[in-house]
Structures are given as structure tokens and as C-alpha cells.
């Protein structure tokens, strides 16, 4: 057994195949190319591994005459080199293979969303550009393999818990909730702008998102617990903020609310008297620019609970976002259909190397929610705003954003003071002759 | 009826609505000119949407509406609506019922727009026409009647509920740690049952797919928390499976999966898989890896998608197989399942489908079921012809629950394997506690019909 752990371990992945292929490639390079053909981006229920396998078959022949080399990577996606001499075969293959996914958007939609099927290298003039994509696949598969391990690491717990402090239990939860009850958490809420960002990345104010800060919430609480360590615990804390947040929302003295506003609160939350109270005590004017974010997994959890509360939040004027959006999960939830009004999408480097056909899905969904829906939060920095820019994304929220805002601030205060002091030489001048 | 006088509950002093009705109604008949009524029929609606918390929003969705116009509103027992106006633009009252309606989008009642002649959701009197009156007294005479029936069942229901102790306080962080420790403890081998996945094979006999073995959580209850309602908050419940887990894990990973004769499969979380407890798991059963499904929760997949995707390739890598749990006929329309590329997915059926098989949306749905790969796709909760009908109009040939267990037992002249056979012998649970013990996400006492996570990381006995 001891045998077949360490045969697995030493087992190479196809990833690593390739890396070293390419490695190699570099002195026979000549003569050569590489067609990378993106069935990774492919509807999930035309990349299961038996369409993946008839894919790879059609090089078959060519692998067999020993014109090529082919690897099918986890992804989905099949790298084949092969001598220029049989171009021609390779080009039908491909050629096969996209028929065979002829029904598939990345196939059907080719021309309106500019996806790419194939993408083709002269392995000689380019390879430069071959060896940065193959080591930006391995990078993405080692880190994968990393996080798989970390997760499963005493050593990486044992960081993260000194870092972030003690994981929190039940008996924490208890006290933490018992102090809630009775504290003032008004200095704890904070208020972050999402914004439109122009061309010359000058930010305007869209809406504004209150929340609570656990950051903040744990050093004036419980310094050295990590409230987050356990999602269940914490999901448990958040309909306790949520409560907190509603009360301090309807004494408008204690938050100044100003303009469209935001805030994150659980669906149970929503259904319940403390959220009919929130709303008897909101304007019904104020309701309009208030958007309810809720979560992905909570929505979900209890799917009709949702159906009914967006209805009926909707219906008083609220609007609803779908928060915590990744690429993943905007691609396999039919937004649409679950009706809401704004889209928070993640930011996150990977969608950014994800290249243009990710990019491409993604533009397919802003669109299709049309315009002003979709946000992109956690921006931190200006790749994100590039990336959302790109994929018609026009309303930006995060750190990266907090910047821009403060940059601004301080060009418009710049800007008055060049004007005053424009001012006071030019009443200087005036004044001058006079002074003669 | 008006007349009848209440002995019993918290009506003792109150008149009940539909009293209320009848006197307005006797008003009415003096001088009926003007008056019309709108019956607002939410008590067909599906199980799912008549929850209480629901009828309360849509009965309030009528305060502006009343105060604002001549015009009464009746919640009725049944959770009905009656509307009584006088004299007010019909241009008006529309709006809100159809206010009202748009609460209820997927539900089948709402489908007919207001006013067609297939319009279940509302019926409108005419209180002028003595006809219309006569109509709606007598509507309201069977309401009042019926009610009172209901009444006294339900009082019954919770007299009973309340003896057999099953409310209880509910878990909160401060009993949650003792509890937590009590499971960490506590005897938990002989609560584990099993209940099989079966591929049914028209004219032939039920084909295990594989056995799924749990924990009898209504009996862990009982040992370790008897008074304590452990469906009160979904969150804290969830926190309860990653300590089942990990005692679930110690028991088979010591139990000789060779001996097994069918697949074994079982449901943790994704945090499990990635524990050190898993890994210890895995080096005890590691040659036999091939002959176990792991089941996720799509909520906990939700929650963290790469985490999911991390653990799916690492569980795949290894030889496991993976199951989605925890969707049903609802979810599927709201997202893809084929998206979550696992080896089976399995979609909780209930009776609140049935009804649901207009053409299009099972064309729809079948496309659903095809692109996740029908052979892979369970349906669960199987408790009755209805359901295997409406699973194979799907193109579904793999079941799980109670009815599918009894017709494989019919059929097989042989006698079951000796899990099965424990697991028949369990008296089959009322259909009232059926949903109640299984909803890990249901917090309320009267069973929410959930729409999503409502298997358990941990079944009770028998739940199908």
C-alpha cells in the first residue's frame, strides 16, 4: 500500500508533462507548433471526461504517425504539438472536435461574444509566449495542489490561528451575544461607497454600503478570537448584527444616512418582526434607494423563504442584490430567474487571468443584466477596475476604490487651493498698479 | 358558524375571524348596495408557501389598502383572505391583490392572470346580487365549520407534539458547547442506519446504486438533548454535523469495508474532507476509496465553491466518488446542477410537486436532468407512486425512500440484506414528523417545508 501511495505521488500529472515537454521543446522547436484548444470553456454537461476523451481521440492518427503530442489538462483544455508538416490534419481535427461542440455557446455564439475555440502558436517565433502559458497553468495547478494541502495542514492552522487569533466556540458565541444585546455598535458601523469610475478614474458616488465591522467588532469584544474561523458560529453572530444593524438603521440619529445606502442581511432576518419593525419606521420614500444584499448560500438554503421575501421587499420599493458572486457561481445561478436588481461579483486576479474567455462569459452576464446592475466589489487594485471596465462593468466598490475617492478628495482640494491662491495673485496683480 | 361557543384555547375570548365574517355579512344583507367581496385563496396554495410567516406579510400587504378605504380584511383559519369593500374602484382593489399575488411567483395557483376564467387565486362576489350573497354566506358558513374542525385537530396536534417533549428549548450558543461535548462522547454505533439508493429497472427487480448510512438523529436527540429543539437555528445545527461527522468517520473508517456488500455512501461536510479525521479515514479504507460517495450539501458548496471544487478533486483524485445533496425540484430551476460536475446529484422530492408536470416545464426539466447526466441523478424522498411517476416523466431511474423500500422488498422473494432488514423494522414515522426530523435547515417547530438544504448531514431513523 506503502507502494501505491508513493506510485500515486510520484504519478506525473499532465500538467507537469507538458511543463516538462515545453522545457525540451525549447532546442526542437523548429518545425513545430502547438494548437491549445479551450474545451475548458465549455458548458460543464459538454466537458465531462467521456466528450474530453472522444475529443482527444480525433489526434489519435497524428499521435500515432508520431506527428504530435497531445495533453488533456484538468481543465478541460487539450494542448497538441505538432510538426508542421501535418498543419493540415491538425486543422481538421480541431475542426472535428468544434463540430462535435457545435451546439455549445463557445461554438454557436463564436462571432457575437468573440470567444476563441483554438488558439494556434508557431512553436519557433513564439516561444516565448508558449513557455509564459504553460508555466502560468503549472503555477495555477501547484497552487491548487497547495491549497488542497494547507487546508489539511497542522502547521498552516496553527499560523493562521496565531495570526488570527483563537478560533471561536459556542461558549465565545454565548458572551459575545449576551454583550451585543446591550452595547452601542454605532461606532463600529462603517460606510464604504461603491462608485462609477470614469475614464480618467475619477470615482462619483453610486450607492454606500453600511456594515459592521468584525475586524473592529473583535478588537473592542474579544481581541484574540477569530470570530470567523467557524462559518457556522459566524453565520449564526451575523442574524445577531443583523438585528443590531436594523434597530440602529431606524434610529436615524445614530448613523447619518445620507443617499442610496446598502446593507447585507439574512433572509431569516427578513422574514422576521424585527425587520417589519425597520420597515414600519423607514419612509416609504427612503425604501427606493435602499438596497437589501443578500447572500448566494442563503438564498439557496431556503429557496421559497427567498422567493417570498424578495417578492415582497420588491414590492415596498427595496431593491435586492445577489452579494458574494465569483465567476463560478454567476455562471451556474440563473440570476434572471431568481429576479434580482444588482449583481456583486468578487473581484479576484483569476478572473483577470482567465483570458478572454472568461472574460467573455462574463460580459455575456453584465449584459444580460443590463446596465448599472452589476457591481464589482473587493476591488484593491486598479487591475479590478481595468478587468470590470472591460466586461462592461461600470460600478466598482472596495479598497482600491476608498483610494481613488481619497486621491480625489485631495486633487479637488488641491485644485481649490491652486484656484485661491490663482485668485490672490490675480488680486494681487490687481491690486498691484494701484499699489505703485 | 357564528353561533358556536369556544371551551377551549386561546379563542376562548375571542371571537375567530370567520365569527367576525358572519355578523359583517349579516350587516351586509340590510343594505348590501355597494358592498362586493374578494376571496383571496391562499389556503391552496403549496405547502411551502403557506407558511405562517408568509400569510402574515400578505395579509399585512392589505393595511394600507384598509386604511385608506371603506373595506375589511378577514384572515381566515384556512390562511384564505376575505376581502369585504364597499363602494371602492375595482381599479383599485386590483393592485393589491394583485400585490398579493406576485408574492407567490413559482406557485402554481398564481399562474391564471386576475380575471381569466382560469383564475384560481381569487373569487369575486358581488354583494348587491342576493345570489352573490347567498353564495358567500354560504361559503363562509362551510369556512366557519370547517375551521372549527381544523381548530380542534390542531389543538389536539399540539397538545400531542407537546407531550412528546419534541420542542424543548431551542439550541442557542449557551447549551450548544455542552451538547457539542455530550455528542463527542456518547455512544453513536448503534444509531447508524442505512437506507439504499436503488436503480429501478421497468419489470425487473430494485439494483443498489448504494447504501447510505447515517446517524438516527432523532434518537441521538433523546441521549443527549432531549429537551432541547435542535432545528431552531439552521447555523448552530450545521455546527452539531461537523462534530457528527467526525464521530461518523471513526465508526466506518473501523468497520471492513471488503465485507460491505453494496457502495457505502456518506454525507459530510466539505470541511470534514479536508480534516485530519478524514485522513485518518482515508489511510484505514484507502484500497476500498472506489466503494464511497461522499454527499455535500449545496448549501456548504455555495458557501465556498473553490473550497467545494478543491475537495471534490481531491476526494476524486483518491478514488471516492461525490453526490450534490440537498436540491430539489424548485432548485434546479433556479440553477445549473450540471455546473457542480459531481458523480451523482440528488434532488429531494416532496408532495408539493405533484400537480407540476405542464409539458414545458417537465420538457425544461428534463434537459436539466440529461445535462447533469441522468444516470447520475437520484430522486430522494420517495414516499410515493407519485413521485417515481414524476421522477421517470423526468427521465429519472435511481430512488431513494420509504416507498421505494417497501416495493423492492415486495419484489425481492428473497430476504433483504440484514441492514435493510433493520431498517424495516423501524416503525415507519408519521407523515407529520417525517419532514420535522429530517429539515437540519428547518427551524421552526411546524416543519417549514424548506425549499433547498433540508437533508441532513445526519438522518433521523428511517426518514426517507
Known sequence: ?436 | MAEVRYSTGIDRDKQTQESLLLEQLKRVRHDPIGYFAVHVHLSKLRPGNRQQHFLDIASRTFDDFIANNEALIYSLYNADLLLICRNVPIDDVDPVIEKVRGLFPEDPLTEAPLGSYDDRFSTWYDLSQPDDLKALTAASNDLAAAAEVQREEDRKAAARQQAEADQGKPLAPDNLAAINQKMKTTQIADLIRSQAAYRVIPGKKGEIVFREFFIAMAELKKRVAPNVNFFSSPWLFQYLTETLDRRMLAVIGKRNPATAPDAISLNLNIGTVMSREFQAFHEAIEEHAGKFIIEFQVIDIFADMNTYKIARDHLRERGYKVLVDGLNPLAINFFDPAHMQSDFLKIAWGPEFVGDEQDEKVAEMRQIVAHAGKDGVILSRVDSQDAIRWGAALGITRFQGHFIDKLVSTMKSQADTKAGATAQSKPAPSPAQAPAQSSTQAPAQKPKPKIVARAPAQKPAGSA
Open chain 1, 1 to 436: 500500500m506503502a507502494e501505491a501511495a508513493d506510485g500515486n505521488r510520484r504519478m506525473a500529472s499532465q500538467e507537469q508533462l507538458l511543463v516538462d515537454y515545453v522545457r525540451r521543446l525549447e532546442q526542437h522547436a523548429q518545425g513545430r507548433s502547438l494548437v491549445q484548444v479551450h474545451l475548458s470553456a465549455l458548458r460543464p454537461f459538454n466537458r465531462r471526461d467521456q466528450h474530453l476523451r472522444a475529443a482527444a481521440t480525433e489526434f489519435e492518427p497524428l499521435i500515432k504517425s508520431m506527428s504530435g503530442q497531445l495533453f488533456l489538462l484538468k481543465t478541460g483544455d487539450i494542448f497538441f504539438f505538432f510538426k508542421n508538416e501535418a498543419r493540415g490534419q491538425t486543422e481538421t481535427a480541431v475542426r472535428k472536435v468544434k463540430y462535435m461542440f457545435s451546439d455549445d455557446p463557445l461554438v454557436a455564439d463564436e462571432e457575437k461574444t468573440g470567444t476563441t475555440f483554438s488558439s494556434w502558436y508557431d512553436a519557433t517565433s513564439q516561444f516565448p509566449e508558449i513557455q509564459r502559458l504553460v508555466k502560468s497553468l503549472a503555477e495555477a495547478e501547484a497552487k491548487r495542489l497547495e491549497d488542497a494541502k494547507s487546508r489539511m495542514d497542522a502547521r498552516a492552522a496553527l499560523r493562521a490561528k496565531q495570526k488570527m487569533g483563537e478560533p471561536m466556540t459556542p461558549e465565545i458565541l454565548a458572551r459575545i451575544e449576551n454583550s451585543l444585546g446591550n452595547a452601542d455598535l454605532s461606532n463600529l458601523v462603517r460606510r464604504q461607497f461603491a462608485c462609477r469610475i470614469d475614464d480618467n478614474m475619477v470615482p462619483e458616488q453610486s450607492f454606500s454600503e453600511l456594515f459592521i465591522s468584525i475586524q473592529d467588532l473583535r478588537e473592542t469584544l474579544m481581541p484574540n478570537i477569530n470570530l470567523v474561523a467557524n462559518r457556522w458560529l459566524f453565520q449564526h453572530l451575523t442574524e445577531t448584527l443583523d438585528r443590531r444593524m436594523l434597530s440602529m438603521l431606524s434610529k436615524t440619529d445614530r448613523v447619518a444616512i445620507s443617499g442610496p445606502i446598502s446593507f447585507n442581511i439574512n433572509i431569516r432576518t427578513l422574514m422576521a418582526q424585527d425587520f417589519l419593525m425597520f420597515d414600519d419606521n423607514v419612509a416609504a420614500s427612503r425604501r427606493g434607494s435602499m438596497i437589501i444584499e443578500l447572500q448566494k448560500e442563503d438564498i439557496f438554503a431556503d429557496l421559497g423563504s427567498y422567493l417570498f421575501a424578495r417578492e415582497f421587499v420588491q414590492s415596498k420599493g427595496y431593491k435586492v442584490a445577489l452579494d458574494g458572486l465569483t465567476f463560478e457561481t454567476l455562471q451556474v445561478i440563473d440570476h434572471k430567474r431568481l429576479g434580482v436588481d444588482i449583481l456583486k461579483l468578487v473581484w479576484n486576479g483569476e478572473l483577470a487571468d482567465g483570458g478572454e474567455n472568461v472574460a467573455a462569459q462574463v460580459r455575456q452576464i453584465v449584459e444580460d443584466a443590463g446596465e448599472g446592475k452589476s457591481v464589482l466589489c473587493r476591488c484593491d487594485n486598479r487591475e479590478a477596475i481595468e478587468f470590470g471596465r472591460s466586461v462592461g462593468i461600470d460600478i466598482f466598490q472596495g479598497r482600491y476604490v476608498e483610494n481613488l475617492i481619497a486621491e480625489d478628495g485631495r486633487r479637488r482640494d488641491l485644485l481649490r487651493l491652486k484656484r485661491r491662491m490663482e485668485r490672490a495673485e490675480q488680486d494681487q496683480d490687481e491690486e498691484a498698479p494701484a499699489n505703485k
